[in-house]
Every structure is written in C-alpha cells, then in structure tokens.
C-alpha cells in the first residue's frame, strides 16, 4: 500500500484535534504548556530587563557604562575605537594636590571632568553648607567645588579663592554628590572638582606623576562589547577596563544574589509545569490506544501512525508556546507597571531572544515528557480492536524516565545557567522521589490490615488508594511537589530575603572613617561613642603590597582579571587584629587566641587570607608570603583562611595579620558607623574636630542596594502565581489520569444503590489522605531541598522550620477539595449510559 502523504496526515491530525478539543487531557495539556512558556518567557523577560535596568542604576556608581582607567592618557587609537563606535565619551583626570590656605593645609583629591561628565547618574552640589543640593553640570573653567569637609580643615569658605598647583580658582559651589564616587570606600581625602580645561594651567601633572586617567564611555550593550573587544588586545599594563560590576563589590554582590533569587523561583515554576505535560500526554496516548489500532487496521503503517499523533502534539505545542510567549510578555510588561516607582525611567526592552527560549522551553518539555508515552502508539498492534486486553509492548524504563531527566535538566540548566543550583534541584528532586515514593508505598501495604473494620466510605476511599498503589504513590509525589514548590516559594519569599535584609538592617554603617591619627584614636573613639549608637572597632590601617608567595613573584600566580590580579597590582590595606571581625568565618586553619602574646621578632608572623583571594593565587595554608610594607619586605606564614561577607558595610581585609607584627610601622585608623539621615551638621563638626580625618557617605551605596532588595521581593511574588498556574494543571492533570475509572466505578456503584453522598465521602476520604500523605512529604521534601540550597547555593546557616508541619493539613484541604470537584464528572454520568458504553 502507498504511503499516506504527510500533508494528508497533517489534515488528518488536524481534524482529530477538532474533533477532541474537549477532551480533558488535551485541555490540560495545553494549559500546562501554556503556564511553562508563560512563566519562562515572563522570567526570561523580566531577569532580562531587570538585570539591564539594575545595571543601568549601578553604572550611575561608575558615571558610565564602561571606564578605561590607567596610570596614563589613553592613546589615540584607544579613543577612536569608541568614537567610531558613535559611544557617549566623557574624560576625567584625577590626582593629589595639597590646598593651602592661612589656616592650614589639607591634601586633596583633585578631580578634572569635563563637561559631558558624568554619562550615568547625576552630579549634585549645593550654594553653600547645609543648603539643600540640586543637580549640577560641573564647575566652569575658573571654578572648582569642594566637599563640606574641606571647608572646616582649611578654615575655607564659599566665595574663597583656592590654589591648585599653579591655577587660582574661585571655590563657588560645595559637592554633594558624585555619582562614581559611592562605591569607592577608600578614597582618603576631600574632593575638589574642577574644570579639565584648567588642569594644564595647575602644572601639577607631570610624567611620573601619580594620576589616573579615566576615559569614559556609555552606550548600547552592543556597542560597548564590541568597544572592550576592540581595545583588550592592546591594553597597557596600567591599564585596566571596569563596569558596573565591577564598580562596586556590593552592588556587584546584590546583582549576583538577585539573579540566583529569581532564577529559583522560576525552576519551581517550570519543574511543576513538566510534571504536568508528562501526566497529561501519558493520558494522551492511552486513550489513542484504540485509535490507533483501528487506523493500523486501515492500513496506516506503524511510521505513519506514530508520525499521526506527532502532528498532533507537535499543533498542540506550537500553540501553546506561542501563546504561553504572548502571555508572558504581556505578564512582564504588567509587572514592570507595578515596579515603575523603582526602576530608571527607560528599562531596556529585552529583545525577542526570551520569546524564542520561552517557546524553546515549552517544546523541550512536551518532547521530553511527551515523547516517550507517545511511542507507545507506534506499536498498539492492531487486534486491539478486537482484543481491548492488547497493549503495545512498552519501552525501556531507562529510555522514558532518561529522556524525561535530560529535558528537565536541560531546561532547568537553560533558566539558571548554575551548575550547583540546578543539580541541587534536580538531585534532591530525584532522591526525595524516590525515598518517599517507597515510604509511600510502605505506608500504603500497612493500611490494609486497617480495611476491615472500617467504615463502608473508607472501605471505598482507601480501596482506590490500595487498588493502584503505584498510581496513588505517583500522585502523591506530584500533589507533595506542588505544596514543596509552595513551601520553597514561602521560604524564597520570606526567610531567605529576610536573612538577607536582615544583613543590611536600617542601622547599617553608612559613613566610613579613615586617617584617624594614633593621637587621636582614643579620644576619636568616646566622641563616636556619643555621637553614634552602632559603630565597627577602630582597625588599624597600613598600606602594603603583596609581592612573593613561596619566595616567587606574586605574578607568576597572578591570571588575567582575577581577584588576584585586582589585589596584587596595587596597595592593600593591611591590619592586625586579637579578635576576628564580624562577618568572617574561619574555613580553613585556625584564628590566633586572643590571649597570645604577640609574635617574638625571631619568629615569622602569621596571617589570615581571605578565602577567594587564596583561591586565586593558589595560596594554601603553610605557605610563605612576602610584603613591602613601608618599604621594607615582612615574611609572613598563612595560618588561616576567612569567608568574608562583603555586604556588611563593616571594615572589611584581604590580608590581617597577628597582632604585634606592623606595631613598628606609621599606622592610622579606620572604622565605619551609622548616624540618622539628616545630621550633616554633626558630621562636619566631627570633621573640624578632627582635621586629619576622612569621611566617606555611603548612603547612596545602601540605598541602591535596599532598592535592588526591594525589587526582588515583588518579583519573588509575581512569579508565585506562576506556581501556583502550575500546581493547578498538575493537579487537575493527576486527576485527569484516573478519570475514565473512576467514572466506570462510580456508575457500578450507583447502579448497585450507592448513594451520592457515599460517593462524595468516599472521594473526599481519599483525596483527603492523599493530601495529608502529600504534604508531609512536601514538608520533609522541602526541608532536604531548602538545606542543600542554604547550604551550598545561597550560604546562609540552616536551621529547621517547624511550621512546615502546617503542610499536610493544607494538603488534606487543598487536594481534597480539588479532587472532589475535578472528577465531579464520575457523580454526574449516567450509570447506564456508562455501562453500556463499558
């Protein structure tokens, strides 16, 4: 017989979907299709664009997108790679200088923009102290601005006229605000800005001076990507290129935290929508099982038949995706209407590339979950027709359970892009699985014994249960993993984020204070006593550079644009502590007791690394470590490694050292505190108090960062609904799986005198227990899931959370009722009808 032309099988499967559109199966089918797409295309779009608006806010902490920082101008050709570009370009210049007035003298930090600084964020002074701030274009040639605590230390005023170098300049305006300055905690001195045209006149810059030169640009992500490609392979060796993550650790640590936040959020959302399409194209094929048979009768071959219902699910799922697409860009698009108030004024649109991986998703899952049930069709051998007992031979478990894990790794893989967070999901998904799968069965056998003496309704009620125990141990583990997502989503919502905030709680540090003379320490100290209500110890301060590990050169370790690179190429800030600082934790090696006696001269110091920083030289604990320190080279041994949390706002080291082994050396201090918004005015005296001393604000820093935090919470929230449209279509796919029983059974019952509210007793019995079982596995699920992720993906310490107990209760509430009215159809047929059909 000829072969069936594939367009006579594409209107052939046409007309079969037409005809079944109001099957339960294919409804559910599609809407589980639909939630997947939906929910990763919403995620994608909105990860999307809310990582490129998150990072348009943080490069206002670089005043551009992209910065081209060296110890020296950037050559022609440099700049002309951005020009050709058509790159928004801004130059700033910046360098030491001391301002000398009658009073005294102040060493500052010079700053020369020009007038199209800054490209990102906003630039803000003031007419005079204490007067409120307005956005600003830059001081005009002939003028500079300077920071409030300038003005105390050289008795200064506005209106004054300042020597810088060799320029007199009209001090006309006191800085308030630079956008590039808030990330930068170590910036010594008082800002003074003045105008790039008056730089040459200053005569301070000079070849070997000390300056940095900054060439900034701003534009599409596009253009400045092919910008660094350009300009990498001839950078200098001072040279170095940065960008909003690398602007400030921080925001830096915020991005990278929320990014992980939504990514979990979302592989909840899909994993159930999976689960879903598998159960409903199982119930797919096995009621094309006699359809099948009969069009093999007529002469379709085995090929065309399965090619036949390919068509089908392949129509199915091309529709599902590109509606599920639609759906979920018309869902991000509301839920960036709700974020307006927190998000820059222009968010990036996000381009069609989630689309296209939304609907990708959407087909990986209906060929990883579908494909193997539809096999099956392929080999329903035709005396089914006569013989309904006939089943086509099944495939290899191996093949449909593999196939099924390959999709869902794939896709979890795809949404994240996080080896440890997709493993963590789809391991311990796949060990609870199967340890409360058998302990459901266990559960199961032990219930008969109870069946007895039991009451008729859960005589009924159980016996649906007993009579399948592998379907009803399925069912459970898919009821359990919707109320586990629901749990994870609870924990993601409230107790993870909070852990987080509580990290940043509204008395965070928000000033930073450097140069505190050794003099001065003690009394420095009970005046911020008095003056702040949460301040970090006085840590001592001194500049020193790692030059040798294992008596080689630091470079022979250092890898280009590494931690390592970034700390080697430049002074840290060295200090010795008895007691480790808040937010360290020892993760190799031990911290020195507080009561030993400082190193003897004789003996080599010890030193405590941070962990990533070794991890990047390749230090480890024993080895020998070489320092300039004030000019001289101090051997040191690695005695332990620190974890440190960067988010603290506390003072924070790469390198700290036993105490009593810098002593010798010139040392300031430093340390950071909080004081209520609105006392600048303390501020500034402290400032007079203490003209030595540098205070950095990083108010704008922590703001930044409890907006990010706020952002993630409702984002957090709006893809809760996506789980819960999944947890819908995996429960009413479940339901749908035993329908055609159940509607045989309760017609045998109803024809034997059964009552109709047995019957819905029984079913809630059932259900009920059903619910119960599932929640308790959700709860044990959710505390094995929760703790590999506390552990190994978010750092964070785990402890138990007793009300997860509350699951099994809303299990019995929420499975039970939804499963009374999601087979309401097996009440309402007609015995007989039913029976005839039978």
Known sequence: MARMPLSRLFSLATRQLQRDARAG???VLFFALLVAVAASTAIGYFGARLNAAMLLRATEFLGADLILEGSSPATAEQRAAGEQLKLGHARIVIFSSVIATDDGIQLSSIKAVDNAYPLRGELKSAADLYQPDQ??????????????????????????????????????????????????????????????QDLEATGVVQPGSRVSFREMWSG?????????????????????????????????????????????????????????????????????????????????????????????????????????????????LGLFALLHNLLPASVPPGGIVPALAGIGTGLVALAGFAL??????????????????????????????????????????????DLVLTFALLGGGIVAALVFGALLLVGLNSLRRLLAGAPLPWRLGLGQLLRHPLAAAGQSLAFGLILLAMGLIALLRGELLDTWQNQLPEDAPNYFVLNVLPADKDNFARTLTGLSSHSAPLYPVVPGRLVSIN?????????????????????????WAADMPEGNTITAGQWWQASEAPAAAEAVPRVSVEAKLADSLGIKLGDRLGFTVGGLT???????????????????????????????LPTTFMTSFYVAPGNDRQIVELSRTYPSISILGVEALLAQVRSILDQVTLAVQFVLLFVLAAGVAV????????????????????????????????????????????????????????????????????????????????????????????????????????????
Request: aromatic share 8%; charged share 20%; proline share 6%.
């Open 135 to 196: 956005v600003s274009t830059g001081p005009a040639p002939g003028e500079a601005w300077a920071e409030a605590r300038l003005l105390p230390a050289v008795n200064l005023k506005v209106g004054d006229m300042i020597d810088v170098g060799a320029k007199p300049l009209k001090l006309t305006r006191i800085l308030t605000y630079e956008p590039d300055r808030a990330g930068n905690f170590y910036s010594l001195t008082p800002r003074v800005m003045i105008n790039l």
């Open 220 to 332: 599409p992500p596009e253009a400045l990507a092919a910008y660094r490609k350009a300009i990498e392979p001839g950078l200098q060796a001072h040279q170095e290129i940065k960008d909003a993550r690398d602007g400030s650790q921080q925001i830096g640590g915020a991005l990278g935290k929320a990014e992980r936040y939504l990514n979990m959020a979302s592989l909840v959302a899909v994993l159930l929508a999976g689960v879903a399409v598998a159960m409903s194209a199982a119930r797919f094929a096995t009621r094309r099982f006699d359809a099948s048979a009969l069009l093999r009768c007529l002469g379709l071959s085995r090929r065309e038949a399965l090619v036949l219902f390919s068509l089908q699910l392949a129509i199915i799922g091309l529709l599902a995706s590109l509606a599920g697409a639609l759906l979920g860009w018309l869902a991000q």
């Open 372 to 417: 193997p049930p539809l096999a099956a069709l392929g080999r329903v051998p035709p005396l089914r027709v006569l013989r309904r007992d006939m089943l086509p031979v099944p495939a290899s478990s191996w093949l449909v359970y593999g196939t099924a894990i390959v999709a869902l790794g794939l896709i979890m893989w795809r949404l994240s892009l």
């Open 634 to 664: 101090r051997e040191t041994v690695v005695s332990s490694l620190r974890e440190v949390n960067w988010d603290t706002f506390q003072p924070n080291f790469f390198i700290i050292f036993q105490p009593g082994t810098l002593t010798d």
């Open 551 to 575: 008596d080689k050169p630091v470079n022979e370790f250092v890898t280009k644009d590494s931690r390592g690179e970034n700390a080697t190429r430049r002074d840290l800030n060295l200090t």
């Open 731 to 838: 429960l009413f796919s479940g339901l749908q799986a035993t329908l055609d029983e159940r509607i045989r059974q309760g017609a045998l019952l109803r024809a034997l005198g059964a009552r109709r509210a047995l019957l819905i007793t029984s079913r809630r019995i059932e259900f009920g227990l059903l619910g119960a079982a599932s929640g308790l596995l959700a709860a044990l699920g959710c505390e094995l899931v929760s703790f590999v992720l506390y552990r190994f993906a978010f750092d964070l310490q785990w402890s138990p959370h007793p009300w997860l107990l509350v699951l099994p209760l809303i299990g019995a509430l929420l499975v039970g009722g939804a499963g009374v009215y999601g087979t309401r159809r097996a009440l309402n047929a007609s015995p007989l009808s039913v029976l005839r059909e039978g």
């Open 25 to 27: 199966e294919l409804r």
